[in-house]
T-cell receptor
């Protein structure tokens, strides 16, 4: 059972371009979370999705950022018109559809976005 | 969700037990105590979690006080590879969003 897969691992974009970050959750997991970690800072929650639904986007910047988790395929975090301040590590996590607290979320190894 | 407080940093000698404390005095009855860690530049890694009873797995032990207001993560024989930031987090369900505080930066020293 492969873990949470994120790609690309490293992404370089020029200012004004679009960045697309992909996350394939673990098999059987229907909950996906995205986090951002700015250089030398902590992990900040961005958005929580279930298949085809955004459940909580309280941590998403109001502009330029969007996320989706389609019925088929990976979850995508899209950043339009990137700026230097978007340079960060973006982590994805997934968890199974459990209604108890007795499972855990698994994290991918992240995508490191550098805006030049 | 209730908040947790952890020491900012700790040192531990290699081969010794690392005991990482966490205070959660306002924990509610249905909140689990979860521990994650982040080794530099890597994705966070789940360590262990518990509700009331002490728990042990291949990585660590979790000791929760009877009143559940505090807990201790124990790494029985710390190695250099255990140097990381350790996060104590409260969650009601497994699909709660994980909210990371500053955590404890553990340095294992040769």
């Amino acid at each position: 059972n492969a873990g949470v897969m994120q790609n690309p691992r490293h992404l370089v974009r020029r200012r004004g371009q679009e960045a697309r970050l992909r996350c394939s959750p673990m098999k059987g997991h229907s909950h996906v979370y995205w986090y951002r970690q700015l250089p030398e800072e902590g992990l900040k929650f961005m958005v929580y999705l279930q298949k085809e639904n955004i459940i909580d986007e309280s941590g998403m910047p109001k502009e330029r950022f969007s996320a989706e988790f389609p019925k088929e395929g990976p979850s995508i975090l899209r950043i339009q018109q990137v700026v230097r301040g978007d340079s960060a590590a973006y982590f994805c996590a997934s968890s199974p559809p459990s209604h108890s607290g007795d499972t855990e979320a698994f994290f991918g190894q992240g995508t490191r976005l550098t805006v030049v | 969700d209730a908040k947790t407080t952890q020491p900012t940093s700790m040192d531990c000698a290699e081969g010794r037990a690392a005991n990482l404390p966490c205070n959660h005095s306002t924990i509610s009855g249905n909140e689990y105590v979860y521990w994650y860690r982040q080794i530099h530049s890597q994705g966070p890694q789940y360590i262990i979690h518990g509700l009331k009873n002490n728990e042990t797995n291949e990585m660590a032990s979790l000791i929760i006080t009877e009143d559940r207001k505090s807990s201790t993560l124990i790494l029985p024989h710390a190695t250099l590879r255990d140097t990381a930031v350790y996060y104590c987090i409260l969650m009601k369900t497994s699909y709660d969003k994980v909210i990371f505080g500053p955590g404890t930066s553990l340095s294992v020293i040769p």
